[in-house]
């Protein structure tokens, strides 16, 4: 089990770009795969990004690929959402998430498959 914590998030203009980070706690999270997602207010959680425990595969939602970034510093024990060219409707709370693997290229998709959560950072866009 891992406890994380995300920061970065906070009120920009549409166009703008921001970086979420997602410290985790403790000592295997090199086994741990990663994902990013968000819940606007009044729909259901969405998969954003995710990331393999070795780093080595990441994978996108439609609606952020090609804008957005997820990356992983396993010395730093944190992993990164990169967005960019932010839009009103990438506005969420954006949690990161991770489910223990030993299995360094898996990737993961649904939310159901993690184990572990943090609590949200709130990104907001303006038009």
């Known amino acids: 089990q891992v406890q994380l914590v995300e920061s970065g998030g906070g009120l920009v203009q549409a166009g703008d770009s921001l970086r979420l980070s997602c410290a985790a706690s403790g000592r295997t999270f090199t086994r741990y795969a990663m994902g990013w997602f968000r819940q606007a207010p009044g729909k259901e959680r969405e998969f954003v990004a995710a990331i393999s425990s070795s780093g080595s595969r990441t994978t996108y939602a439609n609606s952020v690929k090609g804008r957005d970034s997820i990356s992983r510093d396993n010395a730093k024990n944190t992993v990164y959402l990169e967005m960019n060219n932010l839009k009103p409707e990438d506005t969420a709370v954006y949690y990161c998430?991770?489910?223990?693997?030993?299995?360094?290229?898996?990737?993961?998709?649904?939310?159901?498959?993690?184990?572990?959560w943090g609590q949200g950072t709130q990104v907001t866009v303006s038009s």
């Open positions: 998430a991770a489910r223990y693997t030993v299995v360094a290229g898996a990737l993961f998709v649904e939310g159901s498959h993690y184990t572990d």
